[in-house]
Protein backbone atom coordinates (compact mmCIF):
# COMPACT_ATOMS: atom_id res chain seq x y z
CA UNK A 1 0.00 0.00 0.00
CA UNK A 2 1.47 3.28 -0.86
CA UNK A 3 2.49 5.65 1.78
CA UNK A 4 3.64 9.12 1.66
CA UNK A 5 5.26 11.09 4.43
CA UNK A 6 5.97 14.84 4.21
CA UNK A 7 8.43 16.18 6.78
CA UNK A 8 7.77 18.95 8.61
CA UNK A 9 4.50 19.23 9.48
CA UNK A 10 4.90 22.88 10.06
CA UNK A 11 7.24 25.65 9.20
CA UNK A 12 8.04 29.26 10.20
CA UNK A 13 10.64 31.33 8.33
CA UNK A 14 11.62 34.92 8.24
CA UNK A 15 10.64 36.39 4.76
CA UNK A 16 13.69 36.27 2.11
CA UNK A 17 14.76 32.27 3.60
CA UNK A 18 15.00 29.37 0.79
CA UNK A 19 13.46 26.61 2.16
CA UNK A 20 12.89 22.92 1.66
CA UNK A 21 10.12 21.08 1.95
CA UNK A 22 10.55 17.03 1.69
CA UNK A 23 8.02 14.28 0.55
CA UNK A 24 8.47 10.60 0.80
CA UNK A 25 7.04 8.02 -1.01
CA UNK A 26 7.05 3.92 0.52
CA UNK A 27 6.28 2.62 -3.43
CA UNK A 28 8.33 3.47 -6.49
CA UNK A 29 6.09 2.36 -8.99
CA UNK A 30 4.53 6.17 -9.51
CA UNK A 31 3.40 7.24 -12.73
CA UNK A 32 4.12 11.07 -11.43
CA UNK A 33 4.32 13.07 -8.43
CA UNK A 34 2.36 16.86 -8.36
CA UNK A 35 2.97 19.13 -5.59
CA UNK A 36 -0.17 21.48 -4.48
CA UNK A 37 -0.59 24.61 -2.30
CA UNK A 38 -3.73 24.94 -0.38
CA UNK A 39 -5.02 28.25 1.29
CA UNK A 40 -7.14 27.71 4.38
CA UNK A 41 -10.41 26.73 3.33
CA UNK A 42 -10.01 26.46 -0.41
CA UNK A 43 -9.14 23.99 -2.79
CA UNK A 44 -6.03 23.18 -3.89
CA UNK A 45 -4.16 25.03 -6.76
CA UNK A 46 -1.61 22.72 -9.13
CA UNK A 47 2.37 23.82 -8.48
CA UNK A 48 4.08 21.62 -10.43
CA UNK A 49 4.15 18.13 -11.86
CA UNK A 50 6.84 15.87 -12.43
CA UNK A 51 6.43 12.64 -14.94
CA UNK A 52 7.93 9.60 -13.38
CA UNK A 53 10.83 9.67 -16.04
CA UNK A 54 11.89 13.53 -15.12
CA UNK A 55 14.51 14.44 -12.38
CA UNK A 56 13.09 17.93 -11.67
CA UNK A 57 10.31 20.51 -12.67
CA UNK A 58 10.73 24.40 -12.29
CA UNK A 59 8.11 27.51 -12.14
CA UNK A 60 9.49 30.60 -11.22
CA UNK A 61 10.90 30.21 -7.53
CA UNK A 62 9.85 27.18 -7.31
CA UNK A 63 11.75 23.66 -8.02
CA UNK A 64 10.63 20.35 -7.42
CA UNK A 65 12.94 17.12 -7.75
CA UNK A 66 12.11 13.42 -8.06
CA UNK A 67 14.46 10.46 -6.93
CA UNK A 68 12.00 7.60 -7.74
CA UNK A 69 14.71 5.04 -6.50
CA UNK A 70 14.77 6.65 -3.07
CA UNK A 71 10.96 7.47 -2.97
CA UNK A 72 11.49 11.04 -2.54
CA UNK A 73 11.27 14.72 -3.62
CA UNK A 74 11.87 18.41 -2.80
CA UNK A 75 10.43 21.21 -3.29
CA UNK A 76 12.48 24.32 -3.04
CA UNK A 77 11.29 27.41 -2.55
CA UNK A 78 13.83 30.31 -3.07
CA UNK A 79 13.14 34.11 -1.50
CA UNK A 80 10.09 33.40 0.38
CA UNK A 81 7.12 35.80 0.96
CA UNK A 82 4.59 35.89 3.14
CA UNK A 83 2.23 35.85 0.20
CA UNK A 84 3.63 32.14 -0.01
CA UNK A 85 2.28 31.23 3.95
CA UNK A 86 0.06 27.94 2.95
CA UNK A 87 0.04 24.64 3.32
CA UNK A 88 1.93 22.69 0.50
CA UNK A 89 0.74 18.94 -0.47
CA UNK A 90 2.58 16.10 -1.98
CA UNK A 91 0.52 13.86 -3.95
CA UNK A 92 1.93 10.38 -5.78
CA UNK A 93 -0.40 9.24 -9.35
CA UNK A 94 -1.11 6.12 -9.69
CA UNK A 95 -1.38 4.14 -12.81
CA UNK A 96 -4.91 4.06 -12.55
CA UNK A 97 -4.81 7.93 -11.73
CA UNK A 98 -5.91 8.62 -8.61
CA UNK A 99 -3.81 10.68 -6.37
CA UNK A 100 -2.31 9.89 -2.77
CA UNK A 101 -1.21 12.57 -0.69
CA UNK A 102 0.63 13.20 2.12
CA UNK A 103 -0.71 15.20 5.19
CA UNK A 104 0.63 18.37 3.86
CA UNK A 105 3.64 21.29 5.37
CA UNK A 106 1.75 24.53 6.88
CA UNK A 107 4.16 27.26 5.61
CA UNK A 108 4.22 30.25 7.77
CA UNK A 109 6.60 33.42 6.20
CA UNK A 110 7.26 35.81 8.46
CA UNK A 111 7.52 39.43 7.21
CA UNK B 1 -13.79 30.79 -16.07
CA UNK B 2 -13.10 27.21 -17.69
CA UNK B 3 -11.78 25.66 -14.12
CA UNK B 4 -13.61 23.47 -12.20
CA UNK B 5 -16.73 24.60 -10.13
CA UNK B 6 -18.12 22.52 -7.12
CA UNK B 7 -21.47 23.58 -5.73
CA UNK B 8 -22.45 24.47 -3.08
CA UNK B 9 -19.31 25.95 -1.46
CA UNK B 10 -20.76 25.08 1.49
CA UNK B 11 -23.63 23.01 3.16
CA UNK B 12 -24.77 22.67 6.78
CA UNK B 13 -27.58 19.76 7.76
CA UNK B 14 -29.03 17.73 10.43
CA UNK B 15 -27.62 14.00 11.28
CA UNK B 16 -30.23 11.94 8.94
CA UNK B 17 -30.75 14.06 6.15
CA UNK B 18 -29.35 13.53 2.95
CA UNK B 19 -27.70 16.09 0.51
CA UNK B 20 -26.00 16.53 -2.66
CA UNK B 21 -23.01 18.23 -4.29
CA UNK B 22 -22.60 18.89 -7.90
CA UNK B 23 -19.21 18.72 -9.60
CA UNK B 24 -18.83 20.80 -13.15
CA UNK B 25 -15.24 19.67 -14.35
CA UNK B 26 -13.13 21.28 -16.99
CA UNK B 27 -14.89 20.97 -20.47
CA UNK B 28 -12.51 18.61 -22.17
CA UNK B 29 -11.37 16.51 -19.76
CA UNK B 30 -13.04 13.35 -19.52
CA UNK B 31 -11.75 11.82 -16.31
CA UNK B 32 -13.40 13.09 -12.94
CA UNK B 33 -12.40 12.14 -9.23
CA UNK B 34 -13.79 12.60 -5.60
CA UNK B 35 -11.84 13.27 -2.94
CA UNK B 36 -12.49 13.84 0.70
CA UNK B 37 -10.37 16.14 3.53
CA UNK B 38 -10.87 16.17 6.64
CA UNK B 39 -8.91 18.51 8.91
CA UNK B 40 -5.20 18.66 9.20
CA UNK B 41 -5.54 15.77 6.34
CA UNK B 42 -4.49 15.19 3.43
CA UNK B 43 -7.13 14.91 0.98
CA UNK B 44 -8.42 11.07 0.43
CA UNK B 45 -9.42 9.53 -2.70
CA UNK B 46 -13.02 8.30 -3.24
CA UNK B 47 -13.95 7.51 -6.55
CA UNK B 48 -13.09 8.16 -10.13
CA UNK B 49 -15.00 8.07 -13.46
CA UNK B 50 -13.87 8.31 -17.55
CA UNK B 51 -16.51 9.47 -19.14
CA UNK B 52 -19.35 8.42 -17.52
CA UNK B 53 -18.15 5.25 -16.47
CA UNK B 54 -17.02 5.07 -12.43
CA UNK B 55 -14.45 2.95 -12.87
CA UNK B 56 -12.64 2.37 -8.80
CA UNK B 57 -14.64 2.91 -5.59
CA UNK B 58 -12.55 3.31 -2.12
CA UNK B 59 -13.23 1.06 0.40
CA UNK B 60 -14.08 5.02 2.48
CA UNK B 61 -17.08 5.10 -0.29
CA UNK B 62 -20.19 3.37 2.16
CA UNK B 63 -23.06 2.40 0.74
CA UNK B 64 -24.51 5.58 2.04
CA UNK B 65 -22.63 7.49 -0.64
CA UNK B 66 -23.32 7.10 -4.42
CA UNK B 67 -21.43 9.54 -6.97
CA UNK B 68 -22.63 9.83 -10.63
CA UNK B 69 -21.58 11.10 -13.95
CA UNK B 70 -24.39 10.37 -16.00
CA UNK B 71 -23.30 12.36 -19.27
CA UNK B 72 -19.86 12.10 -18.89
CA UNK B 73 -20.14 15.50 -17.95
CA UNK B 74 -21.31 17.18 -14.35
CA UNK B 75 -20.60 14.25 -11.38
CA UNK B 76 -23.12 14.31 -8.23
CA UNK B 77 -22.00 12.96 -4.78
CA UNK B 78 -25.06 12.12 -2.65
CA UNK B 79 -24.61 11.28 0.81
CA UNK B 80 -27.71 9.33 2.78
CA UNK B 81 -28.42 9.52 6.31
CA UNK B 82 -25.70 11.82 6.98
CA UNK B 83 -23.44 11.53 10.07
CA UNK B 84 -21.43 13.66 12.48
CA UNK B 85 -18.26 11.55 10.89
CA UNK B 86 -19.16 12.51 7.23
CA UNK B 87 -18.24 16.61 8.34
CA UNK B 88 -15.21 17.12 5.89
CA UNK B 89 -13.93 18.94 2.87
CA UNK B 90 -15.22 17.43 -0.02
CA UNK B 91 -13.16 18.27 -3.41
CA UNK B 92 -13.61 17.28 -6.92
CA UNK B 93 -10.72 17.09 -9.41
CA UNK B 94 -10.62 16.61 -13.22
CA UNK B 95 -8.02 15.43 -15.73
CA UNK B 96 -7.14 13.89 -19.17
CA UNK B 97 -6.62 10.65 -20.16
CA UNK B 98 -2.58 9.46 -19.94
CA UNK B 99 -0.28 12.06 -21.06
CA UNK B 100 0.68 14.67 -17.77
CA UNK B 101 -2.42 13.72 -16.18
CA UNK B 102 -2.39 16.22 -14.51
CA UNK B 103 -5.33 17.24 -11.36
CA UNK B 104 -7.11 20.29 -11.43
CA UNK B 105 -8.85 20.62 -8.39
CA UNK B 106 -12.22 22.79 -7.89
CA UNK B 107 -12.81 24.78 -4.68
CA UNK B 108 -14.64 21.96 -2.55
CA UNK B 109 -17.91 21.87 -0.61
CA UNK B 110 -17.72 22.18 3.06
CA UNK B 111 -20.02 19.76 4.56
CA UNK B 112 -21.19 20.39 8.40
CA UNK B 113 -23.52 17.48 9.77
CA UNK B 114 -24.92 18.83 13.26
Known amino acids: KQEVTQIPAALSVPEGENLVLNCSFT??????LQWFRQDPGKGLTSLLL?????REQTSGRLNASLDKSSGRSTLYIAASQPGDSATYLC??????????FGQGTTLQVKP | DTGVSQNPRHKITKRGQNVTFRCDPI?????LYWYRQTLGQGPEFLTY????????KSRLLSDRFSAERPKGSFSTLEIQRTEQGDSAMYLC????????????FGPGTRLTVL
Open chain 1, 27 to 32: DSAIYN
Open chain 1, 91 to 100: AVCSNTGKLI
Open chain 1, 50 to 54: IQSSQ
Open chain 2, 49 to 56: FQNEAQLE
Open chain 2, 27 to 31: SEHNR
Open chain 2, 93 to 104: ASSLTGGANEQF
